[in-house]
Structures are given as C-alpha cells and as structure tokens.
C-alpha cells in the first residue's frame, strides 16, 4: 500500500496526459482490489476528487482477492451501469513486488 500511494502520481498522470486527459476526466475507477489497505489506499488518493471506488469494495467484500481475475469483476460491476458514452474508465491493476498495469476505457 505504501508503494502504490508514493507511485501513483507518477504512473496515473503522465498515462493520461499522453491521452490529453486528467484524472477529474475519468468518469469510472476500475481498481484491483488486492486487500483492504489498498482499497484505503487508492480511496484516500481519489476521494478528495469525488470519485469514488464503492464497486471495487463490494467486489472485495464479496469475493475476496481473487488474483489478477479480480479487477474483470469490478469491471463487470461498472459495465452493469451502462456508462454513458464518451464516459472514460481508468481500469488499474497491480501485481506482486510492485508492478502496476492501466488501460483507459471510452464507452
């Protein structure tokens, strides 16, 4: 948790501005639950924009940490909603020692 909060900025920023856009343009945070200090993590970084990450809590409340699968059930969950198009989606997922995976979605 400690390693994502001191890299975040610099894996999430520059992704995005290479597409034009800042994290206030992303509509859905699509975040690999790996356990609960993450989740606080990445909740803590994100709340102060509004945005929120309650799919990623519901999927690790009711599924636990289910490897790298995990992150394709939050996206399950956003998908259910019927983004509106032009939305942006920002799926994340991270991997042992400290290895971080993005995708930008447009619906």
């Known amino acids: 948790p400690d390693t994502i909060e001191s890299h975040f900025p610099s894996i999430i920023h520059p992704f995005l501005a290479e597409q034009d856009l800042k994290i206030e343009d992303i509509n859905h945070l699509i975040f690999h639950p790996g356990g609960k200090k993450i989740v606080q993590v990445v909740e803590s970084l994100f709340g102060s924009l509004g945005k929120n990450i309650d799919d990623t809590k519901t999927v690790l409340n009711l599924y636990g940490n289910m490897s790298s699968a995990t992150v ?36």
């Open 72 to 107: 394709l059930y939050v996206l399950e969950r956003i998908m259910d909603t019927k983004p509106a198009e032009g939305d942006y989606g920002l799926m994340l997922s991270f991997g042992p020692g400290f290895s971080a995976q993005r995708i930008l979605l447009k619906w």
